[in-house]
């Protein structure tokens, strides 16, 4: 752990650097004398004294690494010591999250915020030349704030939010380390018997996360349910048989999120056959991934590449070609190839051309894919092909002009498996790419 404090005290001030410059660039840009970001505020359940899971503003944990107080700001500007305004009340209820010596805390101006409404005393008082960021528009109104949320400074912020550095880098690493422990004792639940209900319960006891910890909802599915995109029910009763499981999960650090995925098979059959097959072909996908290229061109290389597997393991009795332009294919893959992965697991800039904004529209045969942007050094994706057997799907293509390009007797076989998804997270260097899974061993 001393080794990893120390490669973060080292990386981070290059970090803060790097978000100040860009600050200063936007603000002069948009001339703007500095930004208010605010990490957010618990919000009441209707009806109710309890509050929804706190999830901080991922523009404040871009600046520092406290990913879990409500109440606190961040006062910037550019140039001068970024202020801190740390909450921490009086509170005999809850449990109160003190504010320890670490590797970033000498790079604020910290000040206490005992009291969230008194923040306005601690805020600078002529606020017509401040930005707000953040959710609470109605907290920021009430305070003077006219200028909330810009766009044309969220379109900046965005669009640089692609390029890590390698601080952060480092913590993508770490969640990744996190998340692939978790994904090992989850796989051997499910060679145990294991229901998704025990396999969600190893996955988190392994690495000691409660549900609400996780970057998103951990989709733990068993046979047919693989083939749901985003199950998430967890069911308690064991079936019959183990078949097949599908696990998309990841973990945190330090406000960076993992996203991994990964399909197993209880058997040594066909089902691993075509999983061992999509792995290849995530792995090609992987090699693709080159400074200068499209993400969409990627996306729809790796689409034909799926064609000619639907073509290899005879679920289809036409060329890889002709599935595509009957636009069939889709039936079996139909979601985008990856994604931006950093402070949100579906990463934000992922169709800006530019600095300004300007938009990328995905390709029209491909309406789910979350990222068009040009590839560059410095980005982290996720790449994560998959191959389903859906029945409201499936039940289409049967019902259209189309059937008859599909052996249904080998596809039948399949439904009960599911489908297969494989997901690895990847950092973009200039001379090569970084499988950050694999390279964990998973």
């Known amino acids: 752990m001393s080794k990893l404090i120390n490669k973060l005290t080292a990386e981070y001030p290059q970090h803060l650097e790097q978000l100040q410059q860009r600050t200063k660039q936007a603000l002069s840009r948009e001339n703007i004398e500095g930004i208010v970001i605010h990490s957010g505020q618990e919000v009441k359940v209707f009806l109710d004294d309890n509050t929804y899971p706190f999830k901080v503003n991922p523009h404040f944990k871009h600046w520092l690494p406290l990913i879990d107080v409500p109440n606190c700001w961040l006062i910037i500007n550019g140039e001068d010591k970024p202020t801190l305004i740390y909450y921490q009340p009086v509170d005999f209820w809850h449990k109160i999250t003190p504010l320890t010596e670490s590797y970033w805390g000498e790079f604020f101006n910290i000040k206490i915020l005992k009291k969230a409404s008194d923040v306005d005393k601690l805020l600078p008082y002529d606020k017509k030349d401040f930005a707000y ?9 009430a305070l003077g704030f006219e200028a909330i949320n810009p766009e044309p400074l969220l379109n900046y912020f965005h669009y640089h939010r692609a390029y890590k550095t390698a601080y952060e880098q480092e913590c993508l690493r770490q969640s990744n380390s996190l998340a692939v422990m978790a994904h090992k004792a989850a796989k051997a639940a499910f060679l145990s018997g294991d229901t998704e209900f025990e396999i969600q319960n190893a996955y988190l006891n392994a690495i000691g996360y409660t549900t609400n910890e996780t970057p998103y909802g951990n989709i733990i599915a068993l046979n047919k349910n693989c083939s749901i995109l985003h199950y998430m029910d967890l069911d308690k009763s064991a079936p019959q048989t183990h078949q097949s499981f599908l696990i998309d999960a990841g973990a945190n650090f330090n406000g960076y999120a993992a996203d991994i995925t990964r399909t197993y098979s209880f058997k040594r059959d066909k089902f691993a056959e075509l999983i061992a097959r999509m792995d290849q072909l995530m792995l090609n996908a992987v090699t693709g991934l080159k400074p200068g290229l499209s993400y969409a061109d990627l996306h729809i290389a790796t689409f034909k590449e799926i064609a000619q597997v639907l073509v290899e393991f005879d679920f289809i009795n036409v060329s890889a070609d002709t599935a595509i332009d009957s636009g069939i294919v889709s039936t079996f893959f139909p979601h985008g190839l990856g994604h931006h992965l950093g402070l949100q697991v579906h990463d934000v800039g992922g169709f800006m051309a530019d600095e300004r904004g300007t938009h990328i529209n995905a390709p029209e045969a491909h309406p789910f894919l979350r990222s068009s942007r040009v590839i560059e050094a410095g980005q982290v994706f996720t790449i994560e092909p998959g191959l ?8 289409n293509l049967k ?3 189309n059937s008859d390009q599909v052996n249904w007797q080998k596809v039948d076989e399949m439904r009960a498996f599911g489908g297969i998804r494989i997901e690895d997270n990847i950092i973009v260097h200039q001379s090569h ?10």
């Open 388 to 395: 389903y057997f859906i029945d409201s799907l499936l039940q």
């Open 133 to 141: 960021i953040g959710s609470h528009i109605e907290v920021a109104t």
């Open 433 to 442: 790419n970084e499988n950050m899974t694999r390279d964990l061993g998973l």
């Open 399 to 401: 019902e259209s002009a």
